[in-house]
């Protein structure tokens, strides 16, 4: 999708007073054919899916929660999802790769792809915990119409922030990793964050200095906060 301009999304729109989750909502749609930009967003949901199976809950009202089902998603869409989310969130939000957005160490907002190559769409959805996210614009009475506001400025950014070359998104999100010097922890290791890779890659270097290149999972902060 990069290089042709920005495509608009939300359009069309589903909104659910209470579901189970706006990605299986979400998937449904695409399976059925749902264009380009197709959003679900909901007030509740009862079964909220988060990254390496886990829920993801957020109290009635605190949260803006929605799905979009993408068809022409490009490279680097978890890492483009979250710094959108981070644009929104203000100056001081930072990125703990891939997508997790941190406000004063603590995360905000989650991002969940789950994409169905072979049947040509993907589904991004994202949780921004409104109540613990201060810094997110006209977010702070909680109230639809701040939801409302909240969710077309997170659909603003995320369409500039799909069209932009790779090369742009991978410089802003340099400039808001909040790994880059930090001592972390994965699956298999530990060491200090050092950057990202031009393929949207996690560098990490152990404590015998050889660099590691990380392209999927999870890291935690060895002293979050
Ligand atoms: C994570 O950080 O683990 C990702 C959380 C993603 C949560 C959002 S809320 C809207 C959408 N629907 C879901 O079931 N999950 C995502």
Do not use: F, Y
């Not at 749902?34 to 988060?50: K, M």
């Not at 290791?189 to 949207?200: A, M, N």
């Amino acid at each position: 999708m990069t290089g042709a301009g920005p495509e608009r999304l939300g359009r069309p729109r589903l909104h659910l007073r209470e579901t189970d989750s706006t990605n299986e909502r979400a998937r449904a749609l695409a399976a059925a054919g749902a264009p380009h930009g197709t959003l679900v967003t909901a007030g509740v949901q009862t079964a909220g899916r988060g990254r390496q199976g886990r829920r993801w809950e957020a109290a009635p009202g605190d949260a803006l929660l929605c799905s979009l089902v993408l068809r022409r998603a490009g490279e680097l869409l978890s890492l483009r999802a979250g710094l959108a989310v981070a644009d929104v969130a203000g100056h001081d939000a930072r990125v703990k790769w891939p997508n997790d957005v941190l406000v004063a160490g603590r995360k905000v907002a989650g991002v969940l792809v789950e994409a169905r190559p072979q049947d040509g769409w993907a589904v991004l959805g994202i949780g921004v915990n409104l109540a613990a996210a201060p810094a997110v614009e006209g977010a702070a009475g909680l109230g639809r119409t701040d939801l409302e506001a909240a969710l077309g400025e997170l659909l603003a950014a995320l369409e500039r922030r799909l069209a932009e070359p790779g090369a742009t998104t991978l410089t802003a999100l340099r400039e808001r990793d909040a790994l880059l010097g930090q001592a972390v922890t994965w699956d298999g290791g530990s060491g200090v964050g050092d950057g990202i890779e031009p393929g949207g890659g996690l560098r990490v270097r152990p404590a015998d200095g050889e660099v590691v290149v990380l392209s999927a999972g999870e890291v935690h902060l060895a002293r979050p906060g």
